[in-house]
């Protein structure tokens, strides 16, 4: 219900023409959305935990969605960035990006860029390529949501936390909730309490999580998109955020992830997506360390857009919108002109 009457309201924007001035607005800016996975309807939805899939379009959707770029947008790539100022144009400019690496990415968003001749940027985690490991982030969901047990106690710096898994509402807000404290310790505690949200839940094996949500696509499939002419870049090697590593660290993710790039896709590697991206995570040293290695862009998660004339100036601090699964018809289209505030 709670969907269908956003759309409803959604639509009426439309059909007042709101959108469309909204859209208006934003002519000579960029803006940059953020997929993670595109996925057959078919194939969604397991029958439990529809909160794994949040971040998460069906196929059919992405389709209508990248129709909608074509008519209403310009699609680029991030290397037309710096040929943008002094151009003449009646639409905003759009750019579609992906974050993580799935497989899925691969079997099912790729061929639909094509079919609409838009480029995809794909920023990978490297040393999951190929392999069905879950990010720290998403196994703390993933045992949080299916642990048999109704209650929880995990230690952060020595703290007990207690997490009561009484309901599927209580284990999503337990989700959110204890992501949130760990993005703002450093990787060693968040290490550690993985470890023990391990041993509490042992009866739980990732592997036998389902392969079109959570398999990594392989660096042969990685080649091939980027044959094709997509744009592969950098999401660090194992998507602990930078604010969650010391400058050692740092330095050592983001030159390992841009070598392995370079060296399966035979190519320079000048673009990287901060992990989680929001503005607490991370920082000018952060942005010094990427313009040392040699990387042109960097795309925040920061929901905002991207005038022309900016681009030269906050290129390590690129905004994106982030599309979730709930983002369909007219909600899609007020949400990536600003009118709606997803």
């Known amino acids: 219900m709670k969907n269908w009457l956003k759309n409803k309201i959604a639509r009426s924007y439309e059909l007042l023409g709101k959108i469309s001035r909204q859209r208006q607005a934003l002519v000579n800016t960029v803006v940059v959305l953020t997929y993670h996975g595109v996925i057959p309807s078919d194939m969604m939805y397991n029958g439990r935990h529809f909160f794994e899939y949040r971040n998460v379009v069906t196929t059919e959707e ?54 609409h001749g838009i480029t995809g940027h794909f920023f990978l985690t490297t040393n999951f390529m190929g392999s069905r490991k879950l990010l720290w982030t998403e196994e703390v969901t993933y045992r949080v949501l299916h ?22 509402k209580r284990r999503e807000a337990a ?65 602990f955020l930078l604010n969650n590593l010391n400058e050692q660290e740092v330095r050592e993710t983001l030159t390992r992830s841009k070598q392995q790039l370079e060296t399966e896709l035979k190519a320079p590697c000048t673009v990287f997506s901060y992990p989680n991206g929001e503005r607490e995570n991370f920082s000018q040293r952060d942005e010094k360390i990427l313009d040392e290695l040699g990387f042109q862009y960097a795309f925040t998660q920061i929901p905002g857009f991207n005038p022309v004339h900016t681009l030269t100036n906050k290129k390590f601090d690129i905004y994106r919108i982030n599309i979730s699964h709930f983002m369909t018809g007219p909600v899609f289209h007020a949400v990536i002109t600003g009118l709606w505030k997803y």
Do not use: C
């Open 62 to 115: 992405f389709d209508r969605q990248m129709t909608h770029l074509k008519n209403y947008y310009t699609p680029i790539s991030v290397n037309d960035f710096q040929n943008l100022p002094g151009q003449n144009t009646d639409k905003p400019y759009v750019v579609v990006t992906f974050d993580d690496g799935f497989e899925n990415n691969y079997l099912y968003a790729f061929p639909i860029l094509k079919k």
């Open 147 to 168: 642990a048999r047990s109704s209650a929880l106690t995990l230690h952060i710096n020595g703290e007990p936390i207690h997490i009561s898994l009484s309901s599927e």
């Open 175 to 239: 989700s959110i909730a204890l992501r949130k404290q760990l993005k703002l310790q450093s990787r060693r505690v968040i290490e550690e309490v993985l470890e023990e949200l391990r041993k509490a839940t042992p009866e739980l094996n990732s592997v036998e999580l389902p392969r079109t949500r959570y398999q990594f696509m392989s660096w042969e499939q990685a080649r091939e998109m980027h044959r094709e002419g997509m744009v592969l870049g950098s999401h660090t090697t194992d998507h």
